[in-house]
Protein backbone atom coordinates (compact mmCIF):
# COMPACT_ATOMS: atom_id res chain seq x y z
CA UNK A 1 0.00 0.00 0.00
CA UNK A 2 2.81 2.32 1.03
CA UNK A 3 4.71 1.49 -2.19
CA UNK A 4 1.98 1.87 -4.03
CA UNK A 5 1.67 5.49 -2.55
CA UNK A 6 4.95 6.19 -3.11
CA UNK A 7 4.86 5.40 -6.31
CA UNK A 8 1.52 7.28 -7.51
CA UNK A 9 3.65 10.46 -5.75
CA UNK A 10 6.37 10.12 -8.16
CA UNK A 11 4.12 9.66 -10.94
CA UNK A 12 2.52 12.68 -10.02
CA UNK A 13 5.61 14.78 -9.74
CA UNK A 14 7.22 13.54 -12.93
CA UNK A 15 3.77 14.40 -14.57
CA UNK A 16 4.12 18.10 -12.76
CA UNK A 17 7.80 18.35 -13.68
CA UNK A 18 6.94 17.51 -17.37
CA UNK A 19 4.25 19.88 -17.60
CA UNK A 20 5.68 22.82 -16.21
CA UNK A 21 8.82 22.12 -18.60
CA UNK A 22 6.64 22.03 -21.37
CA UNK A 23 4.94 25.35 -19.92
CA UNK A 24 8.36 26.62 -20.00
CA UNK A 25 8.87 25.50 -23.92
CA UNK A 26 5.46 26.87 -24.69
CA UNK A 27 6.51 29.97 -23.05
CA UNK A 28 9.20 30.88 -25.56
CA UNK A 29 7.81 29.28 -28.53
CA UNK A 30 4.71 31.87 -28.05
CA UNK A 31 7.04 34.63 -27.25
CA UNK A 32 8.53 34.67 -30.46
CA UNK A 33 4.11 35.13 -32.01
CA UNK A 34 3.25 37.44 -29.78
CA UNK A 35 1.73 40.74 -31.40
CA UNK A 36 2.93 43.49 -29.32
CA UNK A 37 0.40 46.19 -29.19
CA UNK A 38 2.35 49.72 -29.21
CA UNK A 39 3.55 49.82 -25.73
CA UNK A 40 6.11 51.41 -23.93
CA UNK A 41 7.65 49.54 -21.56
CA UNK A 42 9.84 51.54 -18.49
CA UNK A 43 11.04 50.43 -14.87
CA UNK A 44 8.58 47.31 -14.68
CA UNK A 45 5.68 48.78 -16.26
CA UNK A 46 4.19 48.88 -19.47
CA UNK A 47 1.62 51.33 -21.04
CA UNK A 48 -0.61 50.09 -23.61
CA UNK A 49 -3.59 51.74 -25.56
CA UNK A 50 -6.42 49.78 -25.85
CA UNK A 51 -8.32 52.32 -28.18
CA UNK A 52 -7.60 50.52 -31.65
CA UNK A 53 -8.48 47.40 -30.19
CA UNK A 54 -10.97 45.77 -32.33
CA UNK A 55 -14.05 44.34 -30.71
CA UNK A 56 -13.93 40.58 -29.97
CA UNK A 57 -9.87 41.08 -30.84
CA UNK A 58 -7.56 39.02 -28.40
CA UNK A 59 -3.66 40.34 -28.09
CA UNK A 60 -1.15 39.09 -25.95
CA UNK A 61 1.36 41.61 -24.93
CA UNK A 62 4.62 40.71 -22.23
CA UNK A 63 4.87 42.12 -18.81
CA UNK A 64 7.59 41.02 -17.06
CA UNK A 65 8.40 38.03 -19.00
CA UNK A 66 4.53 36.96 -18.11
CA UNK A 67 2.23 36.75 -21.12
CA UNK A 68 -0.89 39.31 -20.57
CA UNK A 69 -3.65 38.47 -22.40
CA UNK A 70 -6.01 41.33 -23.29
CA UNK A 71 -9.50 40.86 -24.85
CA UNK A 72 -11.56 43.68 -25.68
CA UNK A 73 -14.85 41.17 -25.75
CA UNK A 74 -18.06 41.02 -27.94
CA UNK A 75 -21.08 42.84 -26.74
CA UNK A 76 -22.87 39.70 -27.09
CA UNK A 77 -20.29 37.85 -24.66
CA UNK A 78 -21.11 37.23 -20.90
CA UNK A 79 -20.22 40.52 -19.02
CA UNK A 80 -18.10 39.70 -15.54
CA UNK A 81 -18.75 42.95 -13.36
CA UNK A 82 -16.04 41.35 -11.12
CA UNK A 83 -13.36 40.95 -13.48
CA UNK A 84 -14.35 43.16 -16.55
CA UNK A 85 -12.24 46.25 -17.17
CA UNK A 86 -13.72 48.99 -18.51
CA UNK A 87 -12.64 51.40 -21.09
CA UNK A 88 -13.76 53.03 -23.86
CA UNK A 89 -16.85 52.24 -23.36
CA UNK A 90 -16.21 48.50 -23.60
CA UNK A 91 -15.54 45.24 -21.45
CA UNK A 92 -12.04 44.07 -21.50
CA UNK A 93 -10.63 40.70 -20.33
CA UNK A 94 -6.96 41.71 -18.66
CA UNK A 95 -5.42 38.21 -17.33
CA UNK A 96 -1.78 36.95 -17.13
CA UNK A 97 -2.11 33.91 -19.34
CA UNK A 98 -0.47 31.23 -17.37
CA UNK A 99 -2.90 28.70 -16.63
CA UNK A 100 -3.47 28.27 -12.77
CA UNK A 101 -3.21 24.59 -12.34
CA UNK A 102 0.54 24.11 -13.67
CA UNK A 103 1.30 27.66 -15.46
CA UNK A 104 0.81 26.21 -18.89
CA UNK A 105 -0.52 29.26 -21.52
CA UNK A 106 -3.59 28.37 -22.66
CA UNK A 107 -4.95 29.11 -25.89
CA UNK A 108 -8.37 31.29 -27.09
CA UNK A 109 -10.80 29.72 -28.77
CA UNK A 110 -12.55 31.85 -30.64
CA UNK A 111 -15.82 29.62 -31.73
CA UNK A 112 -16.34 28.90 -28.29
CA UNK A 113 -15.17 31.69 -26.53
CA UNK A 114 -13.13 30.09 -24.38
CA UNK A 115 -9.35 29.67 -23.09
CA UNK A 116 -8.05 26.29 -23.48
CA UNK A 117 -5.00 24.69 -21.57
CA UNK A 118 -3.79 21.69 -23.78
CA UNK A 119 -2.01 20.29 -20.68
CA UNK A 120 -4.40 18.87 -18.95
CA UNK A 121 -7.79 19.74 -20.38
CA UNK A 122 -8.69 23.47 -18.36
CA UNK A 123 -10.94 25.19 -19.80
CA UNK A 124 -11.61 28.98 -18.84
CA UNK A 125 -14.19 31.10 -19.89
CA UNK A 126 -14.04 34.69 -21.51
CA UNK A 127 -13.48 36.11 -18.37
CA UNK A 128 -10.88 34.08 -17.11
CA UNK A 129 -12.84 32.22 -15.10
CA UNK A 130 -12.10 28.24 -14.75
CA UNK A 131 -15.04 26.53 -16.09
CA UNK A 132 -13.02 23.11 -16.67
CA UNK A 133 -10.58 20.19 -15.44
CA UNK A 134 -7.78 21.23 -12.91
CA UNK A 135 -7.10 24.69 -12.68
CA UNK A 136 -7.89 25.32 -8.91
CA UNK A 137 -8.66 29.26 -9.69
CA UNK A 138 -9.64 31.89 -12.35
CA UNK A 139 -6.66 33.52 -14.13
CA UNK A 140 -4.74 35.89 -12.40
CA UNK A 141 -5.62 39.41 -12.78
CA UNK A 142 -2.38 41.64 -13.13
CA UNK A 143 -2.14 45.19 -11.14
CA UNK A 144 -2.93 47.73 -13.41
CA UNK A 145 -4.65 51.22 -13.59
CA UNK A 146 -6.12 53.43 -16.39
CA UNK A 147 -5.29 56.60 -17.63
CA UNK A 148 -7.86 57.35 -20.21
CA UNK A 149 -8.27 54.70 -22.83
CA UNK A 150 -4.45 53.64 -21.71
CA UNK A 151 -4.09 50.32 -19.31
CA UNK A 152 -0.83 50.46 -17.32
CA UNK A 153 0.70 47.11 -15.93
CA UNK A 154 2.53 47.19 -12.90
CA UNK A 155 0.67 49.63 -10.91
CA UNK A 156 -2.36 49.33 -8.31
CA UNK A 157 -5.37 51.35 -9.72
CA UNK A 158 -8.51 51.99 -8.13
CA UNK A 159 -10.09 49.35 -10.58
CA UNK A 160 -7.83 47.06 -10.33
CA UNK A 161 -8.20 47.13 -6.47
CA UNK A 162 -12.29 46.78 -6.85
CA UNK A 163 -11.50 44.02 -9.08
CA UNK A 164 -9.23 41.97 -6.46
CA UNK A 165 -11.12 42.88 -3.59
CA UNK A 166 -8.85 45.65 -2.13
CA UNK A 167 -11.25 48.38 -2.15
S1 LIG B 1 -1.37 23.34 -16.65
FE1 LIG B 1 -2.71 21.73 -16.16
S2 LIG B 1 -4.61 22.30 -17.03
FE2 LIG B 1 -3.29 23.95 -17.48
New binding site residues.
Given amino acids: MAVEQGRRDFLGMAFGGV ?1 AVG ?1 IFALGAMKKSWDPLPSVQAAGFTTVDLSPMEVGELRTIEWRKKPIFILRKDPKMQKNPNRDVVVDNSEFTVVIGL ?1 T ?4 I ?1 SWKPSTQEFI ?1 A ?4 VFDASGVNTF ?3 PRPLDIPPFKIEGTKLVLGEEGPEYAKLVGKA
Fill in positions: AGCHLGCPCCHGGGPP
